[in-house]
């Protein structure tokens, strides 16, 4: 059995089987219909677009994308083909909710004295809403396909981007039926925003429609911006970036540990499918780290000391300078370890609300 895995996905050896099993990477925006004639299972991330293309006439009987989204695979197609597939949902929710905050902590932003609105309750809306809540904060949602009993706050849309001091986007990208979030916010809404409010978008980057926003910034630069995903990526706009206050290469949800657990789901869903018996475990095992921190320090510094934004902003910004899409994708494929907030251990009770555990 041949698995062809995306080189930027983690695989522990000991969850492999301990023979009849044969490993090969590929970079996932170079796989082609041909490097596929001998796979059997195929383990993508967004890069990749599966569909029948892609797949038709190969050995492949089960995709599996490590990511929470799934824009880049046509399933229906797949069904056609008999193939069975998957993603993982909420692998790396928690590291984006702490990407949002540490984003402002380093804005010096407390979204306590603000008003924020969700766009998109799911996975990591849901989570970030709930991460809020917990530290006071007066949050608004807008998720169509969710009822006040499943998620409190929702409002409409033109309401929260109106209302909201800062917006954060966290929707899936679809371009059909009723609820398409391509170009979500165009022109119309992006007027919407107040004056001075902060936008953040580590969901995908086409529900932003860039040229409205670039038409914006030229004519008011009146937004603060948070751009970790980007229309045309990794070709993605220079002036964009030159107008955002942190502008990263789609990492926001690059935790050491989200990555490891969507390679945990996809083994976990390849075994039901499949009925294989792959040795993953039960439980993705827990690492905690003790953090040492100074007496009194605040929230902003504990988060920053663990997660810092800014530096993959300048990484961003001097690779592309260089490099263009080479270096964004560069910057993904080489990203360092990152720890989530919850596998930091402090003694001070009133971080645990930001995301800590207590030691």
Request: hydrophobic fraction near 40%; aromatic fraction near 6%; proline fraction near 5%.
């Amino acid at each position: 059995m041949k698995l062809s895995i995306d080189q930027n996905i983690p695989l522990p050896k000991e969850w492999l089987p301990a023979q009849g099993i044969e490993i090969e990477t590929f970079d996932g925006r170079q796989l082609t219909s041909a490097g596929l004639q001998h796979t059997d299972l195929l383990f993508v991330r967004s890069v990749t677009q599966v569909n029948r293309e892609l797949l038709q006439g190969s050995a492949v009987r089960f995709v599996g994308s490590a990511t929470a989204g799934f824009d880049h695979m046509i399933g229906s197609q797949l069904e056609e083909l008999g193939i069975a597939w998957s993603c993982a949902p909420g692998c790396n929710a928690d590291a984006v909710v702490d990407y949002v905050l540490a984003s402002l902590a380093r804005l010096f932003i407390d979204p306590r004295k603000r008003r924020v609105g969700i766009v998109g309750c799911g996975q990591v809306g849901g989570r970030l809403y709930r991460r809020l809540r917990q530290l006071g904060v007066e949050a608004l949602c807008y998720d169509p396909f969710l009822q006040n009993s499943q998620q409190p706050g929702l409002v409409e849309l033109d309401e929260l981007l109106s209302s909201c001091d800062l917006v954060s986007l966290h929707t899936p990208l679809t371009r059909a039926g009723a609820h398409s979030t391509f170009h979500m916010l165009d022109a119309r809404r992006l007027g919407l925003l107040k004056p001075d409010s902060l936008l953040i978008n580590a969901g995908r980057g086409g529900v932003i429609d860039e040229q409205a926003l670039l038409q914006r910034l030229r004519r008011d630069q009146d937004l603060r911006l948070v751009l970790d995903v980007w229309e045309g990526e990794p070709h993605i706009s220079a002036e964009l970036q030159q107008y955002a206050s942190l502008a990263t290469p789609h990492i926001a949800g690059y935790s050491s540990r989200g990555k490891l657990r969507g390679s945990w789901m996809l083994i976990h869903e390849l075994n039901r499918q499949l009925e294989l018996n792959w040795p993953v475990p039960a439980e993705l095992p827990k690492v905690f780290t003790d953090m040492q921190l100074a007496a009194g320090l605040d929230w902003r510094s504990a988060i920053l000391d663990l997660y810092d934004p800014a530096e993959d902003d300048m990484r961003l910004r001097d690779a592309y300078e260089v490099e263009k899409g080479a270096g964004f994708d560069r910057l993904r494929r080489q990203y360092p370890q990152r720890a989530e907030l919850s596998e930091c251990r402090v003694n001070e009770p009133e971080l645990e609300c930001w995301g800590f555990s207590r030691g």
